[in-house]
């Protein structure tokens, strides 16, 4: 099974609605790292969480570490389409900045 | 945050060719990473660059399929070696501070190979 989950795999919400991603991890991480991806290209940083029960926020982006830190949630409120993409996280288990990523989340935001 | 720029940006290459990507950083940077992003799938770590010595790479990668140069502290190439279609991919390296502990990612080379 995987070691990083994220859910859900897709979703479509409504401009001006709030939307939460989630990201389970099976293992304690050191770190947990949120980007978002367009279509084909790189990776845009958003957050880095690394003690346990941290939060974030960025613009109308709030990132979460739960205090087990195996567990994270990364929420937009009220969306716009420029909030559109593909959402991935990253677990780095050892402190080495080695990532492993989860599937990604692709959002959908229409207008 | 780091500017990092990749060479090429995208290339269509043969089977059997090589291609070297080449990755710059804007910076003095310590960890370099480079990554693959297979057709619709997320990001896999193929090995880290280090500085002056042999880059360490994951399970399931091997130096003589995918050498790694990384003469100073600012840029690295990755060789894609013996190319596949199997090796169609978006390839990124990535950087990181030991400070503050942000990593940023390249744009990226999308490499075809027919």
């Known amino acids: 099974s995987q070691e990083l989950e994220q859910s859900p795999q897709s979703l479509i919400v409504q401009e001006g609605k709030n939307l939460t991603i989630n990201c389970t991890s099976s293992k304690t991480l050191y770190g947990l790292y949120w980007y978002k991806q367009k279509y084909g290209e790189g990776l845009i940083f958003l957050m880095m969480?690394?003690?346990?029960?941290e939060e974030k926020s960025h613009e109308k982006i709030t990132a979460k570490l739960d205090e087990k830190k195996q567990q994270s949630s990364l929420h937009i409120t009220a969306s716009q389409p420029s909030h559109a993409g593909i959402y991935l996280c990253g677990a780095d288990y050892r402190g080495d900045y080695k990532l492993s990523f989860g599937a990604g989340t692709t959002v959908t935001v229409r207008a | 945050s780091a500017v990092i720029s990749q060479k090429p940006s995208r290339d269509i290459c043969q089977r059997g060719t090589s291609l070297t990507i080449q990755c710059q950083v804007d910076s003095q940077v310590t960890m370099m990473f480079w990554y693959r992003q297979q057709p619709g799938q997320s990001l896999t770590l193929i090995a880290t660059a280090n500085q002056g010595s042999e880059a360490t790479y994951e399970s399931g990668f091997v130096i003589d399929k995918f050498p790694i140069s990384r003469p100073n502290l600012t840029f690295s190439t990755l060789t894609v070696s013996n190319m596949s279609p199997e090796d169609s991919s978006i390839y990124l390296c990535?950087?990181?501070?030991?400070?503050?502990?942000?990593?940023?990612f390249g744009p990226g080379t999308r490499l075809t190979v027919l």
């Open positions: 990535s950087v990181a501070r030991l400070a503050g502990g942000e990593q940023f």
């Open positions: 969480l690394q003690k346990g029960g």
